[in-house]
């Protein structure tokens, strides 16, 4: 359903994302990890047209996407959340998701727009009522918010942006079990960013580890997290370089 | 939605409004509601674009392009105001689509956009000032008199006919102005003020959006300054061009109320009586006088009653009328630090 060929993004000198490919298959969920600074955020942003690639392509059912516009790429299935949520706080919880059922949609009708807003709210488990105020909501509430915008855009292909951070571990369970739930339900493709390996693992069909910019380790979430490289990016050379800190410190302060 | 008891109160009002010339036939007040709900249709045809956090310092440009446009056309080729009109609205359209394209495109936003406008205003103003041998530059211009058709020149010399055509205006601005609210591209244009990129990961096409909006903004006020040139028969670059008639609509919106529909129709009754009155206090000793005391409001508003009269009105009477949007009530919080 996607495939994505040798994806580079530059930012002036720095390669944020260098030459990564991987293909996702319809129905499937993948994880995307990696420390911070790997280029997870930088693969969404160009999945979903934010950022446009300096090279690579990218084909989703078939038709290359890349570089196109934003509205472009959702209208044609491409749904996405972003890692902080960002509703509209001019508008009602309904009305945000209204919009994007309309103008996700492809601009079809009111009806069918506020219809989809109902079905979306339903799902993540909002309330329906027209004049509920973002305001309300908390951080659980904005993350389902995000997420609900997304669905009523009706995606093929949804990217789920870190929608795990700053939720206690309930919630996380919750959240998890939800995006399992659309692809069960809903039969939608997802591609889940996630700084947190735990509750992930436990969802996704298949991982893929990022760490600067480049495609170090894929597959099963069992494979993945036995990987030593993975271990390394994520633990290793963390405590190492630590030690190595550590012990110059105290060779220049005794010398 | 509007309830039952609503319309009936603007069938009421408009009633009375279409009622009173036939019945108050004073010249002069006649001519002073002429203006406010000329005026009226400007500011709202601004505020179409500046309630979503476009603020336009150029509309005085569209607004002289309307008035100079159709009085040139009938003066030099002898074109009829309905056609003129309709070119004049097409010339400041086309103009709107000329800047506003690379500006959205590039994504000039905030103060940025403000500058750009503010020099459209300015280039207008000078075309007209440079122009002279066609414009009369500062001296102003003044339509010929027709000797044939006066509706055909729409040319009246009947206050009663400008008073229905004024409100006819006016109410086609509060209409569209409704129309907007109530669409699904207020939401779209909500969202866009906020935060584009998220905008357009709803799927909303940003440029397109502030293009469409800015254009029927622009068309309208265009044709505001047309109508003003038709009822004055004298224009100059000052009173419907440049950078003060863009800034007296800037502060007759935030005066009388960004965010209600009637809240440009208050601030251009506010604005034209303040005129007036220094006009007949002062004399000529105040000429510009207004301009200075707008500048004052204005701070004085942006900082105290960030809704405008009307619109603070409205949430006094009616709390539990609906939910304040949220940024209405931040700026209430910004007004009351504490609560």
Known sequence: MLEVNGLVKRFGGFTAVNNVSFKVDEGEILGLIGPNGSGKSTIFNMLSGTLAPTSGSILFGGHEIAGLAPHRIINSGIGRTFQIPRPFRRLTIFENVALAGFYGQGRHSRARAEEAAERSLAMVGLPTDRHASVDGLGAAGLKKLELAKALATAPKLLLADESLGGLDEAEMDQAADMLRNIRDELGITIIWVEHIMGVLMRVVDRVMVLDHGEKISEGLPSAVAGDPRVIEVYLGTDAETTQAAAAEARRRAGG | ?339
């Open chain 2, 1 to 339: 939605m509007i309830g039952q008891g609503r319309l009936a109160a603007w069938g009421i009002g408009l009633a009375a409004l279409v009622a009173l010339p036939f019945v108050y036939r004073d010249p002069y007040h006649l001519h002073i509601l002429v203006l406010i709900l000329i005026w009226s249709f400007a500011y709202t045809s601004w505020s179409m674009m500046g309630r979503f956090g476009l603020v336009s310092l150029g509309h005085g440009g569209f607004m002289g392009i309307g008035a100079y446009v159709t009085a040139l056309l009938w003066n030099h080729l002898g074109l009829s105001p309905w056609i003129g009109i309709p070119i004049s609205m097409v010339a400041a359209g086309a103009l709107a689509l000329i800047v506003g394209y690379p500006c959205f495109r590039f994504r000039i936003t905030g103060h940025y956009f403000v500058l750009v406008t503010l020099a459209l205003s300015g280039i207008v103003l000078q075309v007209i000032t440079a122009t002279r041998d066609y414009t009369g530059g500062s001296l102003g211009y003044t339509p010929n008199r027709t000797s044939g058709n006066k509706l055909l020149a729409l040319q009246f010399d009947d206050k009663t006919t400008w008073y229905l055509i004024a409100l006819g205006i006016w109410l086609f601005g509060i209409v569209v102005w409704h129309w907007v609210d109530r669409s699904m591209a207020r939401y779209a244009l909500e969202a866009i003020s906020e935060d584009e990129d998220a905008a357009a990961a709803a799927g909303v096409d940003v440029t397109a959006e502030k293009l469409k909006i800015t254009l029927l903004s622009a068309l309208m006020t265009a044709l505001a300054g047309a109508i003003y040139c038709q009822y004055q028969m004298f224009i100059t670059p000052d009173t419907v061009s440049g950078i003060a008639v863009s800034l007296q609509m800037v502060f007759a919106a935030i005066v009388g109320g960004l965010f209600v529909s009637l809240g440009p129709t208050v601030g251009a009754i506010i604005t034209i009586l303040l005129a007036e009155a220094l006009r007949i206090g002062f004399g000529t000793k105040a000429v510009g006088w207004d301009n200075l005391v707008y500048g004052v409001l204005l701070v004085l508003f942006i900082i105290f009653l960030p809704k405008g009269i009307l619109g603070s009105l409205l949430d006094r009477l009616k709390p539990q009328r609906k939910v304040p949007r949220a940024h209405e009530q931040e700026v209430v919080q910004i007004a009351r630090p504490g609560t």
